[in-house]
């Protein structure tokens, strides 16, 4: 039963208990029953006739969702007729991946692959699927599903109809179901909607890092006063502006000269201690190099802009750019000018963009002089190193509310707490999103099948 400490709920275990069978549970509520999968679940296997119906996947983290909605890079049938139909309050069950929760129960009528299987309530007055999609998707039954899949390899491990049916199931009482089902819901709620906030935190302190990046590397603050420079010019230039009275205004080719890096295909790669530095960073290892440290590489095709600072000699392959010539300029603020440069303005096409050097070489850019540049990218190390920090604590906050989230969830299920006394607050009705059991970031689900 719950009590309450300073006025905050402290959920206490059951009053008694009673000792489990079959699972591996030592003991369970002893209101509470085990019985086998199949006395509350029967297979449904109608096939769609058209294949028009609404499509529908599984996802590991959010269960059964809508495939629209889903990020999946799987092969799309020209056809989806034969598809087995499956209606809201259905458990679908992606056969290969239950054992790593891909399973969940349908809040949507439609159609999904062959390869599911598809479950029913036979009775949902005694028995409540929010409950057993709980159940079904706890750490707690993780174990049951893996042990009961078989195959030769972990990936293709297989949970049979026969196999899922066998599963003994925690049957709590019909009210408790409910109870528990609306009480994690409303948990759910508050630590997803306390995750959306911590990751809003995330994209905030992003967001002033680059303010600040850009501010010091266009001349906006001066960054040993931390204020603006005290005196300004026209840069002559209309798009760039003014620009601190110190700085010059010039072209890219008179800052730093982009050269195209060397032809060399894959199957050209020869072992060796050199790195191949590509358009996405290193791509192999041959025993000579083309360029020494330090250098700057630029994506120029494929990983179109990404910058990668090198501090050891390496290969430069085409699909990459690399400084010819720094012109005397610090290469710690000459990594940060690149960075900050919007390559993505300046590459060309639409299907493959590529850099044109020769374009950006022409662009007008303002330069600080030597002997401040130095203090610019150190300056510069120091926001990112405090602001990486700050993001770091709060990854490691969202990190430890979700495992609290996943023990709760699998303790209040199993009935090592109990909650039936809790009074459970409505959540607002504009919160509501079905489907998704996680925080709403973007979907994307690997283990999807179509």
């Given at each position: ?153 972990i990936s293709r491990l297989q949970l049979t109809n026969d196999s899922f049916l066998n599963i003994p199931m925690l049957n709590p009482p019909f009210y408790e179901q409910v109870q ?109 190099f083309t360029t020494k440290a330090p250098n700057i590489t630029v994506g120029r095709s494929g990983s179109t802009g990404k910058v990668n600072f090198v501090n050891e000699d390496f ?136």
């Amino acid at each position: 039963m719950s009590t309450k400490n300073n006025g905050n709920i402290m959920i206490q275990p059951h009053s008694e208990y009673a000792k489990a069978t079959y699972l591996v549970l030592h003991q369970i509520p002893s209101e509470w029953n085990i019985i086998r999968a199949k006395n509350l679940f029967r297979c449904i296997d109608i096939r769609s006739e058209t294949g028009e119906e609404e499509l529908l996947t599984v996802s590991s983290k959010f269960g059964v969702i809508k495939r629209k909605c889903a990020n999946v890079t799987m092969f799309k049938a020209a056809s989806y007729k034969g598809y087995k139909l499956c209606w809201e309050g259905d458990l679908v069950i992606n056969s290969l991946w239950a054992w790593m929760t891909g399973l969940g129960f349908s809040n949507y009528n439609g159609i999904v692959s062959t390869a599911y299987g598809v479950y029913r309530l036979h009775d949902r007055k005694i028995n409540h699927p929010k409950y057993y999609n709980f159940l079904l998707r706890s750490i707690a039954y993780r174990w049951e599903l893996m042990v009961r899949s078989k195959g030769v390899w972990i990936s293709r491990l297989q949970l049979t109809n026969d196999s899922f049916l066998n599963i003994p199931m925690l049957n709590p009482p019909f009210y408790e179901q409910v109870q528990i089902a609306r009480y994690l819901d409303y948990k759910n709620y508050q630590i997803n909607k306390y995750i959306r906030i911590k990751k809003r935190q995330i994209e905030l302190l992003k967001e002033l890092k680059q303010v600040i990046i850009n501010d010091a590397m266009t001349g906006k603050i001066d960054v040993r006063t931390g204020e603006p420079y005290i005196k300004y010019k026209d840069s002559g230039i209309d798009w760039l502006g003014m620009i601190p009275e110190e700085w010059i205004a010039t072209r890219f080719r008179n800052v730093c000269y982009l050269q195209r890096g060397h032809d060399l295909s894959s199957d050209k790669f020869i072992k060796g201690e050199y790195p191949v530095m590509g358009s996405n960073g290193v791509i192999g290892y041959h025993n000579q190099f083309t360029t020494k440290a330090p250098n700057i590489t630029v994506g120029r095709s494929g990983s179109t802009g990404k910058v990668n600072f090198v501090n050891e000699d390496f290969w430069a392959h085409n699909t990459a750019l690399f400084v010819l010539h720094n012109h005397g300029n610090d290469w710690n603020w000459l990594y940060y000018f690149i960075l900050n440069f919007d390559m993505a303005a300046v590459s060309e096409g639409s299907a493959v963009p590529t850099l044109n050097r020769n374009y950006i070489h022409k662009i007008h850019v303002s330069v600080p002089k030597r002997e401040n540049q130095e203090d610019i990218a150190s300056y510069i190390e120091n926001v990112i190193d405090i602001s990486m920090g700050a993001i770091k604590i709060i990854e490691d906050e969202i990190t430890l509310i979700r495992e609290l989230q996943t023990r709760l969830i699998s303790d209040i299920v199993t009935g090592k707490l109990d909650v039936r006394d809790i009074e459970v607050p409505d959540i607002p009705e504009e919160e509501l999103e079905p489907g998704l059991e996680s925080d709403d970031e973007p979907l994307e689900e690997s283990i999807s099948v179509d």
